[in-house]
């Protein structure tokens, strides 16, 4: 019987799934081939390219690129002669037509490759918003849900030299089971938002590494190397030339070796942001990557940097494209954004409401930017569903993958302003076990909310307090929770004994719509709101670091008042092109003299 359904299954879905691959780490350092550019595109809101009239997934969908024959021949698609859109990017903000589009978008980029003998081809994405089924030469390779991580399939046996050509269906419908679930305060900016590449690797190569200094210790480095492919018994060193480190270790039968030395080296800090070049040498493979080594904790309500102290002066940031918006893509998006932080006065940045794209946080190491990431398990979610679940786990797990040997980031954060149920804590307490399984030295976070026990004074009790290392809090004192003047008479208290990062406050302003400071939406309500704001988080003994909302203004359907938001959530400090309101000066004050 069992065999039948198999056969049956075979039969039924010839295209079976190459196996895959977890994530290759630092894709920077190995050799690729980048498909950016213009990709031909089908807009399909019935996805008739994936569905057939009777609403089942059909063998000869859009994937297979297909083309008449002869001149009685029936195709009612052509990618070749549809539009394009550029990849990277979101199509929002590409064609007028997609502006608020949400739905299937296909997308075809042909190439050739000759690979050479032993080596291995994996195509990779740095990001497609939200759901993406993948197709190489007409085969499924793949399938990736969430929108703002990568992942990569291999395409070794399917690649030919010429003539390749693989597609992408790319669906951003949003869902109550997903994560995020229905309701945000961002665009629902759709595509292949982030860069697409080929990576090549020998037969056997260098998969993944961690490569970062011991929980509680400054001088001693800890981690391991993975190889994938046939050969995974070999020699690995991991050097480190300028440190005069220079360590081997042996792979065991699944390619697995613990790395563990002590060096002496100059650590990472916002002053002094010191990155080595390291180098992971195997017998089939090489890697090389700029790792920065710095400790981070926390003792009592302190957090400590290389066993210093530190308050986070910082902001949020959402991956809102500087000036031209959209989805912010490239490396000078990344120095644009990070750039106005630093020069806000930031040592710290809150990376809203997903995983940034990866330039963020190289960025960020190369700039001395401290780095909370946090994973979209954002208001509302389906606590109770195991797939939805797993989805978030699986979010968090690339999330980690990609960025946990860069010393910028000190925080991973698993949840914002997430109503309290037994279900949500259990969802959450199961995602910050999973982290911490998969990073020991990271601080864990969550944006919490707050409640009053009487008219002035905020309590911080949420249970998941319990499970943080840091606690964030989002408060909106003088915007959706009275005027300016109420956090003047406000006191602050916690549950717990640990340090909080004010993780969320701030309110709107449109860039020159001046009036007195009791007028919404003038630059001078918003400077008062920033004005109260300082004088009170200054009085809050437990406070250990701070990130308003938002650096700069940010598109959100939720907000449509013309002629102040016209669809753009104002909190920003700075405008959508650029320019910097009263409130970015007030700021910028106070952390300058920190
Ligand atoms: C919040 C959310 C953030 C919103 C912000 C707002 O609490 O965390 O995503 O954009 O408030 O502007 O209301």
Known sequence: MKL??????????????????????????????????????????????????????????????????SKTDLIEYDFDSSATLNVPGDWNTQSDQLFFYEGTVWYKKSFDYPRKPDTRLFVYFGAANYFADVYLNGEKIGQHEGGFTPFNFEITKLVRDTGNFLVVKVDNKRRLDAVPTLMTDWWNYGGLTREVKLIETPATFVHDYLIQLQKGSRQRVSGWVKLAGEKLNQRVTVRIPEAGISKT??????????????????????????IYEVIIEAETDQVRDQIGFRSIETKGTD??????????????????????????????????????????????????????????????????????????????????????????????????????????????????????????????????????????????????ERHYINDTTQMIDDPLGEYLDVLGCNEYVGWYDGLPEKADR????????????????????????????????????????????????????????????????????????????????????ISNRGEKKKAFYVLQQWYKQL
């Not at 056969?7 to 977890?22: N, R, S």
């Not at 081939?33 to 000869?60: A, M």
Request: aromatic share 12%; charged share 25%.
């Open 4 to 69: 039948l359904i198999l056969i049956l299954l075979l039969v039924v879905c010839p295209t079976v799934q190459a196996q895959q691959i977890g994530l290759i780490a630092n894709t920077d350092g190995r050799k690729t081939v980048s498909l950016n550019g213009q990709w031909q595109t089908i807009i399909d809101p019935y996805e008739s390219g994936y569905y057939n009239y009777r609403y089942q997934p059909s063998d000869n969908g859009y994937f297979k690129n297909a083309k008449p024959k």
């Open 249 to 274: 270790v042996n792979t065991d039968d699944r390619g697995f070796a613990e790395v563990d030395f002590n060096a002496d080296l100059k650590l990472w800090s916002p002053e002094s942001p010191k």
């Open 303 to 448: 957090i400590l940097l290389n066993g210093r102290p530190i308050f986070l002066h910082g902001v949020c940031i959402h991956e809102e494209a500087p000036l031209r918006g959209g989805r912010a893509y490239s490396r000078e998006d990344a120095r644009t954004l990070l750039g106005w932080a630093k020069e806000l006065g930031a040592n710290f940045v809150r990376l809203a409401h997903y995983p940034h794209n990866e330039f963020m946080i190289r960025e960020a190491d190369r700039m001395g930017i401290l780095v909370w990431s946090e994973i979209p398990v954002y208001w509302t979610i389906q606590w109770e569903n195991a797939a939805t679940f797993e989805n978030a786990r699986n979010q968090l797990g690339e999330m980690i993958a990609r960025d946990k040997n860069r010393a910028a980031v000190v925080i991973w954060s698993v949840a914002n302003e997430t109503p309290l149920s037994d279900a949500r804590l259990t969802f959450l307490k199961n995602l910050i076990s999973h982290a911490r399984s998969l990073d020991t030295t990271r601080l864990m976070s969550a944006a919490m």
């Open 490 to 573: 406000l006191e602050w208290r916690s549950k717990y004994q640990k340090p909080l990062v004010m993780s969320e406050f701030g309110g709107d302003a449109l860039y020159g719509h001046h009036g007195d400071a009791g007028a919404r939406w003038t630059e001078e309500y918003q400077e008062s709101i920033y004005q109260h704001q300082i004088a009170m988080l200054k009085k809050i003994p437990f406070l250990r670091g701070t990130s308003p909302w938002i650096l700069t203004d940010f598109r959100s359907p939720r907000r449509p008042l013309p002629n102040i938001q016209d669809y753009w959530n104002r909190k920003g400090l």
